[in-house]
Nanobody, 114 residues
């Protein structure tokens, strides 16, 4: 089972994007869902997480700019990204927290130009 992220693209610094990730109900309903990213030459890192009752946490680097949310009826998790910076350029993935290796999809590329 893979979780496929979508919604990436090219945006100028200061712009916004919204990422989406749909999961199987069996995964989504019991899991803490997270957004991860991997920038060129860097390790993959978690940027945001959300519990089934909508408690959220963020990496310091995105706090105040990114918002994670989930639609339990659609088994979908979102990442609203605002005030984007060139350093946010990365491939973004969704997975559970803690992650499951078998859930990694191809991710969606976000490129922020200066």
């Amino acid at each position: 089972v893979q979780l496929q992220a979508s919604g990436g693209g090219l945006v100028q610094a200061g712009g916004s994007l919204r990422l989406s990730c749909a999961a199987a109900r069996s995964i989504f309903s019991i899991s803490v869902m997270g957004w991860y990213r991997q920038a060129p030459g860097k390790q993959r890192e978690v940027v945001a997480g959300i519990t089934s009752d909508n408690s959220t946490r963020y990496a310091d680097s995105v706090k105040g700019r990114f918002t994670i949310s989930r639609d339990n009826a659609k088994n979908t998790v979102y990442l609203q990204m605002s005030s984007l910076k060139p350093e946010d350029t990365a491939v973004y993935y969704c997975n559970t927290i803690p992650l499951h290796q078998e859930y990694w999809g191809q991710g969606t590329l976000v490129t922020v130009s200066s």
